[in-house]
């Protein structure tokens, strides 16, 4: 089972910038996939990026043009750079990685969250 603690979340003013990490205790390709969800208080949970073990990328509407997701495999980590920073930013992100079971279902693993809080 995959672990995956998060890091790099904090308090930042409007128009700023801030990098979140996400190290994995394996080899990031062994995922399917990884990526950053996040939760505001009353809010459901919602994908803000992900990156296929190919590369590929996924954006959420509100984040494309701000937020960049990468990896580097080396460290086996994954990283979410987020610039033009809102206050409708703010929320909990939380690391995520995507694998498949034996029986082929999908399985989520998930870090710990790190808090966001975008305000002036």
């Known amino acids: 089972q995959v672990q995956l603690v998060e890091s790099g979340g904090g308090l930042v003013q409007p128009g700023g910038s801030l990098r979140l990490s996400c190290e994995a205790s394996?080899?990031?390709?062994?995922?399917?996939?990884m990526g950053w969800y996040r939760q505001a208080p009353g809010k459901q949970r919602e994908l803000v990026a992900t990156?296929?073990?190919?590369?590929?990328?996924n954006y959420a509407d509100s984040v494309k043009g701000r937020f960049t997701i990468s990896r580097d495999h080396t460290k086996n980590t994954v990283y979410l750079r987020m610039t033009s920073l809102k206050p409708e930013d703010t929320a909990v992100y939380y690391c995520?990685?995507?694998?498949?079971?034996?029986?082929?279902?999908?399985?989520?693993?998930w870090g710990q969250g790190t808090q966001v809080t975008v305000s002036s």
């Open positions: 394996e080899s990031i390709f062994s995922n399917n996939a």
């Open positions: 995520n990685a995507q694998r498949e079971t034996a029986w082929g279902t999908r399985a989520d693993y």
């Open positions: 990156m296929a073990r190919g590369g590929s990328t």
